[in-house]
Structure formats: structure tokens, C-alpha cells
């Protein structure tokens, strides 16, 4: 009992080891440092937890609510980080305003730093409650293109074509223009511009058109699909192929490419002409040279 005793009071001895000792009131001794280190993990640890009930949990059984579990969640997690930071600090018995004696000469440079850091975290409170996107949401937003994966307080990830993860500062998202494909549904348009030759008959070009997409298992029947009648081209008559798809949404380039290999197998099959551009040429002779 004596050895435990023993090591005790130099353990504590160890503990009481001073590593800051400042005129302004600001004390740190190597047992306050442990003191944060643990109770600080534990904070992230609940935070975590908090983060997954809400999200996982909490909103997961109402279908209605379910949309908005991964937003709560995050504000949650930051609200339990804020307030776990505060209520450790005042465990150590530490002023908060005594801290700003190491960060002071570091202020305008935290300052600059943290002036986009909020803007970000600010943006994603109003992306996680206006929902302009969300998760699985397929945007353009100055030329980038993809599938929105993860939404964040500070930043949204994007997933492109070529599978490659893109990261957006949230203010991004917010100052800029963005196109979301499928805000409201995942039923999008796509146009498909075709020409042929000014011998063929209209008719016979809209119905071949229409056989084609109506065997197309990506397309949808409703809304009905169109052929539109667009322009007397210079070399052709121009037709525009109008059709809807919900499957399709991720790889609507795919779609384009089936398509075009069918109107060209069925246009060659119906003797359908496609054209290629192409210019007459009249040359004028001076007969009055002899």
C-alpha cells in the first residue's frame, strides 16, 4: 500500500508540473494538458454519436423528415463540438478570455483564415435547410459535372463521369450559377438533332423517329416523346428528337449514343438519306471575249 501511495504522489507530483505560468492568469500545467486531451476525445466521440442518431436513427423513420436527417445531424455535431469545447475549458478552470494571450499576436492571420471558413460553414446551414441540392442530385456549376455524394458544413463532394471526386467549398454552391438536373425529379429532357435529305418524306422520317424511341427501353411514354420539324437547313431538313428518360439521368451520353446507332441502322434499313454539307457550284462564262 505504501508503494502505491508512493507512486501516487509522484504521479501527481508529474501532473502538477507547470508548462505555462503567465502574469495574465493563464496557467497549464502537464495534468490540465491530459485533462483536455481526454475529455476533448471524449466530446468528439459524442458528437460522432450525436451526428448518427439524428441522421441514422431519429429522422431515418419518418420518410418526410428523412430529407433533412443528414443537415440536423451535422448542425448538431458542431452545437455539441462548440459546447463541449467550452464546458472543458471552464472544467480546467481556465478564463476563456485568458487564452486570447497566446492567440493574440495570431489574430489577424486566424481572422483572415476563419473569414472563409464561416462563409463556408454558413453557406452549408443554407444548403443543408433550402436544399438547392442534395445528396444524389446530378449538377453542372462552372463546368464541372457530376453526382453530388456527400454534403458537409464546409464543403460538398461531387462524383464525375470519369469517377473522379471532386471537393466544392460550399460557397461555391452558393455563389455561383448551378444547374441541378433533377431538383424537383429525376425525369429529365433530352434533344437529339436529326437531319436528312430534302428527297425524303417528313412523315416517314417522324415515324421512324418515334418506332425508335417508343423500343427503347430507357425512355420514357410519358411524357409522350416528340419530333419536331426545326429548320430547312442548307444541306438538309432539320428534325429535332425530343424524349424523356428517368434511368438514364447519370448517363444520358450513353443514351445519345444508342440512340443515333439505331436512327442510323433504321434510317439505312427504310433507305433514308442522311446528308453531308455541300455546295453547288456555277461558273459563268464572258462570251463576249473571243
Known sequence: ?????????????????????????????????????????????IAKYIRYFISHRLFKTSPKLQPYGSSIGNIARYITLVLGFMIVVHSMGLNLSSLYVIFGSLGVGIGIGLQNITENF?????????????VGDRIDVNGISGIITNIEARATSVL?????????????????????????NHKIRLRFPVGV????????VKEVLLKIVEEHHGILKQPTPQVLFTNFGESSLDFSLDVWTESYLHKFDILQSEVYFEIFKQFKLHQIEIPFPQRDLHIKTDHTKS
Not at 122 to 134: A, T, Y
Open 1 to 45: 500500500m505504501e508503494i502505491i501511495n508512493d507512486f501516487w504522489t509522484k504521479f501527481n507530483h508529474i501532473l502538477d508540473f507547470q508548462l505555462v505560468n503567465s502574469e495574465s492568469g493563464l496557467n497549464l500545467s502537464l495534468g490540465d494538458i491530459l485533462h483536455f486531451i481526454i475529455f476533448t476525445a471524449l466530446v468528439l466521440i
Open 160 to 184: 464525375t463521369n470519369d469517377n473522379i471526386s471532386i471537393i466544392l467549398p460550399n460557397s461555391y454552391l452558393t455563389n455561383q450559377q448551378v444547374t441541378n438536373w433533377s431538383h424537383n
Open 197 to 204: 435529305s430534302y428527297k425524303e418524306d417528313p412523315e416517314k
Open 122 to 134: 454558413v453557406s452549408g446551414i443554407l444548403i443543408m435547410f433550402e436544399r438547392p441540392v442534395k
